[in-house]
């Protein structure tokens, strides 16, 4: 049974950064594609950034270019958002999620497995 449980989130002031964790367990996710999605209240969910397990390869949206990098411990079956230069709109319930086989994962419905989230909220 696939589990993904973040960790990490908390309150920061703008400009802040925090560390996002994303454990992974229940099989072996090396062709798997994992993503970092966000929803705001009363907004839709965003796709953050994804990374495909075996390669490395990275993707993000457009609102956190430059500013989060996404990255995986493969030895720890963990997944990370580091999150710098943070802004008040980035505050939201951020979710890690996996889906097999994905080469472009930018869509929720392409996943197959979810987090609970955690939340980051972010100060002006």
């Known amino acids: 049974q696939v589990q993904l449980v973040e960790s990490g989130g908390g309150l920061v002031q703008a400009g802040g950064s925090l560390r996002l964790s994303c454990a992974a367990s229940?099989?072996?996710?090396?062709?798997?594609?994992m993503g970092w999605f966000r929803q705001a209240p009363g907004k839709e969910r965003e796709f953050v950034a994804f990374?495909?397990?075996?390669?490395?390869?990275?993707y993000y949206g457009d609102s956190v270019k430059g500013r989060f990098t996404i990255s995986r411990d493969n030895a720890k079956n963990t997944m990370f958002l580091q999150m710098n230069s943070l802004k008040p709109e980035d505050t939201a319930v951020y979710s890690c999620?996996?889906?097999?086989?994905?080469?472009?994962?930018?869509?929720?419905?392409?996943?197959?497995?979810w987090g609970q989230g955690t939340q980051v909220t972010v100060s002006s």
């Open positions: 990374i495909r397990w075996s390669s490395g390869f990275s």
């Open positions: 999620a996996a889906g097999l086989g994905l080469l472009n994962g930018v869509r929720p419905g392409q996943y197959d497995y």
């Open positions: 229940g099989r072996t996710f090396t062709n798997y594609t």
